[in-house]
């Protein structure tokens, strides 16, 4: 039986008292919500809600409207499993868009069972009804919505960085798209994915750039925008970047020699839909020789 989400109010009857619900001001500061085993985000174009023991999933809707989408941590999982709630097989397909399931609203644990390995994994449902109705309250849209499974073409926006990348180096070495690595999960989101690219090799630095794929659903974001072209549009640059690992923190670094110890190093932490730079250290013994000047934007 389909589920019709309603409005706020039922939230506030549902969590049995306002106490546990920030009010939309506060939720606009503060961006994100938890209750039990979910937890919700909002961020610039787009809601989220994952679990929050085991994120092998995820559901986003934009602001602008339309179906929640279901990704989960990689298409195989929906190509070589079951998906099952409660025991009962859901039968949902990929990109097929469907009224969306009282089920998973309803249910108490979402199991994906892979017959061929022998073996499942799955993650409670408790708290996924709160945390859509706070989302819905963000975002101003109530009522029965359609779902689609949905998982980005990541191979697309590889390539589409790729061009990118050759327009912005002006032409990209020719061995980069033979050594490029794929792109990298970010744990806990598996609706986003990062890619390093890259652009030129000198004595003593490598430059790449570092794109964020899938931040509006399906699209290639630059992570690093330092500076600004006359026209006032973002231009990114070029660092040796390091991801090792872990996609959370990102460091760039220029390092130049010759003309003394000068360095600029930056760090940007992942918000849950950006990277946000979060410290700049400048030893500007050599700027506008082999570092380059930075103007940041307001």
Known sequence: MLLRL???AALL?????????PTRAEADALGHFHYKQWHAQCGPDYCKLTPRAHPILSLVRAHTGGSWLLSFR???????GTILI?????????????AFPGPLLD??????????????????????KAAMLWVEEQQGQFGVQNLRIHHPDWQALQAQAQTMTTEMCDGSAPWVEEN???????????????????CWTAAYNVGSQVYLLGPVMDGVD????????PDGMPVPELAIW????????LDSYYKGRGLGDCFTHETYRFDGFNYDLERRVVDDACDGKIIPQVVWPE
């Open 222 to 229: 630059p992570v690093r925008v330092a500076a600004v072209d």
């Open 13 to 21: 009857t549902f969590l049995g008292g306002q106490a546990l619900l």
């Open 74 to 80: 990689n298409r195989e999982m929906v190509e070589e």
């Open 180 to 198: 490029e690595s794929a792109p990298q999960e970010i744990e806990g989101h598996p609706e986003l994915r990062v890619l390093a690219q890259l």
């Open 86 to 98: 409660d025991g009962v097989e859901m039968g949902w397909q990929d990109e097929v868009e469907m």
């Open 107 to 128: 249910g108490n644990i979402l199991e994906i069972v892979y017959e061929a390995e022998g073996f499942s994994e799955g993650v409670s449902l408790a708290g996924i």
């Open 6 to 8: 309603t409005t706020f």
């Open 242 to 249: 390091g991801i090792d690992g872990n996609t959370q923190v």
